[in-house]
């Protein structure tokens, strides 16, 4: 019974996955149906389905995108848009560079989610602004967002719970990763910026109008701008203390929402309407299939083969460790993927003796580095396709994989390096 309750869970994750890719099936539809099918088939009861729900990670979306639609009323983005496109002089080239390494940065001490709402407003203004098309920028900063999450233990979630279980400090992360995180950003957003070269053109004329716009008066609320800027630093203190305050993400999140809908005094209406919901119910059926597929054992499977290939070889063992993680991360929830794993090499250290600290770094930007890899590879892609949709510009997943796979396996090759520099040898 059990081997067919995994055939069946398969099944209908491959088929969810290509009505995604197809693209003939909006893709919140496609999961939920995917979702429906488990539970009407009975392959997993509705209680287990809701506690496979990452209510951090959804708690942490609605919050931000709460704050982000108050705050872009105030005219704030507008205001930095302006102020950004001043700087390089209207020069899209520069701009995407800066964009790029600018988002990897603030990702690495917020969520990546958090870091792309925050940017997303700023960038659609000065596309508009350019009249050039938005994807190249909200692609480069969404893989940015990717890259420089690896970089510090709270910047992914997969980062907190290897810390956790390993023993692994802040600072721990600081030293080993964020030196190749530091060089993989700069080399991808250059990378991107060639990439995306044909689309970068402006008109001098858009330039020069840009350099006579007064960025000051884009404010156009003042005394909110106020409360949401004050609301923002107390949230994002609270995403770096939330762990010593006992408190989830989401509850910062939610908390800091809800405070400025109270001192706002803004169209609650109007303000829920933004939220990307759509998004929202795609996270909630893709987490209910993923979790079913390692309630099953489907994850557990993989992993365990895995472990049996290395045959206790340190560099065999990190080097796929590190190649699987990006791998399997880019079509699935790398959540799971770490939990299971976690324990797997903790059992391999106690039987081979081997040192596996090299093992939790190898892991470490597997996950997270793999989930530029496809559309669904990571929370903050997802969202990013959400705005773009919201705004006519719609990013397929054929051309986020287009882009963001040859990018994903350009960061392993470099981390591979970095790993048998440093660690494997």
Same mark, same amino acid.
């Given at each position: 019974m059990k081997n067919l309750y995994e055939i069946v869970v398969i099944a209908v994750f491959l088929i969810t996955f290509g009505m995604i890719i197809s693209e003939k099936v909006n893709r919140t539809v496609a999961a939920l149906l995917g979702a429906a099918v488990l539970l009407i088939a009975k392959i997993i009861d509705q209680g287990k389905a809701v506690s496979f729900i990452d209510y951090t990670t959804i708690g942490v979306l609605i919050g931000m995108m709460i704050i982000v639609a108050i705050t872009k009323r105030t005219g704030l983005f507008q205001y930095l848009a302006i102020k950004s496109a001043k700087i390089v002089k209207g020069d899209p080239f520069k701009l995407i560079i800066v964009f790029g390494i600018i988002t990897g940065m603030i990702s690495a001490f917020l969520d990546n989610v958090t870091t792309v709402l925050l940017m997303a407003p700023v960038t659609l203004v000065i596309a508009r602004m350019l009249k050039i +098309? !938005? %994807?190249?920028?909200?692609?480069?900063? &969404?893989?940015?967002? +990717? =890259? #420089?999450?690896?970089?510090? *233990? =709270?910047?992914? !979630? !997969? +980062? =907190?719970?290897? #810390?956790?279980e390993a023993g692994l400090g802040f600072m721990d992360f600081i030293k080993n990763l964020s030196p190749i995180v530091m060089l993989i950003l700069v080399v991808i957003t250059f990378l991107l910026s060639f990439v995306y070269r044909k689309e970068l053109t402006v008109n001098e004329e858009l330039k020069d109008n840009i350099m006579t716009l007064d960025d000051r008066s884009a404010i156009v609320d003042k005394p909110l701008l106020i409360k949401s800027l004050s609301v923002l630093g107390l949230v994002i203190l609270g995403f770096f203390l939330h762990e010593k305050l006992g408190y989830e993400s989401s509850i910062v999140a939610i908390g800091g929402a809800t405070l400025l809908l109270f001192i706002g005094r803004v169209d609650v209406e109007e303000i829920l309407l933004e939220i990307e919901w759509p998004t929202i119910f795609f996270? =909630?059926? *893709?987490? %209910?299939? &993923? #979790?079913? *597929?390692?309630? &099953?054992g489907v994850i557990s499977q993989i992993a365990k083969l895995i472990m049996s290939v290395t045959q206790g070889n340190l560099m065999i063992t990190g080097l796929i460790i590190l190649w699987v993680s990006a791998i399997l991360s880019a079509f699935l929830d790398n959540i799971p993927f770490v939990a299971t794993m976690i324990p797997l090499i903790k059992a391999m250290g106690q039987m081979s003796g081997m040192d596996i600290m090299p093992l939790w770094w190898a892991l470490s930007l597997g996950a997270c580095l793999g989930g530029n890899g496809t559309l669904i590879g990571a929370s903050a892609n997802v969202v990013v396709a959400g705005i773009l949709e919201k705004e006519g510009q719609k990013i397929s997943f054929r051309e986020f994989t287009r882009i963001g796979f040859p990018m994903m396996i350009v960061s392993i090759v470099i981390s591979t390096v970095y790993?048998?520099?440093?660690?494997?040898i």
């Open positions: +098309n !938005p %994807i190249p920028f909200m692609m480069t900063e &969404v893989i940015a967002s +990717n =890259i #420089g999450g690896t970089a510090t *233990l =709270i910047g992914d !979630p !997969p +980062n =907190i719970m290897i #810390g956790s996270f =909630i059926a *893709l987490f %209910i299939i &993923v #979790g079913t *597929l390692e309630e &099953v790993l048998l520099l440093f660690y494997l």
